[in-house]
């Protein structure tokens, strides 16, 4: 059981939108910032989003992220098949003295 | 360009020890927080520990406490989590992560993994 919670999965036609949820609580995502990794099949994760909804340089604007008191949001715009990965909400809790992590969320691009 | 390797990973019978190492270059590595993080096969992301950018201060996961240690060494430029009684659930990749100037940053980096397997 994740302490962040995402939907299992979610999924999209090409050029689509599509948006991962991930839910906390105040000792995580309430007081700290949000980040998003990507993980496409087979490789190590990437840092997608980081602060609530800055972009790494290199990532493209069609990926967004946005925080709401306990619950953040990764947004992806014109889907593209490359986008088929496994994404993931992370932050620290402070109560834990720990990083969390969501479950994960498989994004299928149909 | 930031580079982590991770390496030391293998196969390892219940009850014993394994040192990873993760070789950071690239960056300023006496600057840095850094973590393992596992992910068991076809599971998720599990965060195991941090680490300061000074190693004055540690994190570990509840499941991992007691029996891992992560350490740095800046003249090396090398990160290490040292594993004793090993158990059949830390089978996983271990990804070493470079994070920002503290512990509560996110991870910017990932090396690409090193595979635990505890079977007899």
């Known amino acids: 059981q994740s302490v962040l919670t995402q939907p299992p999965s979610v999924s999209a036609a090409p050029g689509q939108k599509v948006t991962i949820s991930c839910s906390g609580s105040s000792s995580n995502i309430g007081h700290n910032f949000v980040s998003w990794y990507q993980q496409l099949p087979g490789t190590a994760p990437k840092l997608l989003i980081y602060?609530?909804?800055k972009r790494p340089s290199g990532i493209p604007d069609r990926f967004s992220g946005s925080k709401s008191g306990t619950s953040a949001t990764l947004g992806i715009t014109g889907l593209q098949t490359g986008d088929e990965a496994d994404y993931y909400c992370?932050?620290?809790?402070?109560?834990?003295?720990?990083?969390?992590f969501g479950g994960g969320t498989k994004l299928t691009v149909l | 360009e930031v580079q982590l390797l991770e390496s030391g990973g293998g196969l390892v019978q219940p009850g014993g020890s394994l040192r990873l190492s993760c070789a950071a270059s690239g960056f300023v590595f006496s600057s840095y927080a850094m973590s393992w993080v596992r992910q068991a096969p076809g599971k998720g992301l599990e965060w195991v520990s941090s680490?300061?950018?000074?190693?004055?201060?540690?994190n570990y996961a509840d499941s991992v406490k007691g029996r891992f240690i992560i350490s740095r060494d800046s003249s090396k430029n090398t990160l290490y989590l040292q594993m004793y009684s090993l158990r059949a659930e830390d089978r996983a990749i271990y990804y070493c992560?470079?994070?920002?100037?503290?512990?509560?940053?996110?991870?910017?980096?990932w090396g690409q993994g090193t595979l635990i397997t505890v079977s007899s």
């Open positions: 602060d609530n909804d």
């Open positions: 992370g932050t620290w809790d402070s109560s834990l003295s720990a990083w969390v």
């Open positions: 992560a470079k994070l920002g100037t503290t512990v509560v940053t996110p991870m910017t980096n």
């Open positions: 680490i300061s950018e000074s190693g004055g201060s540690t």
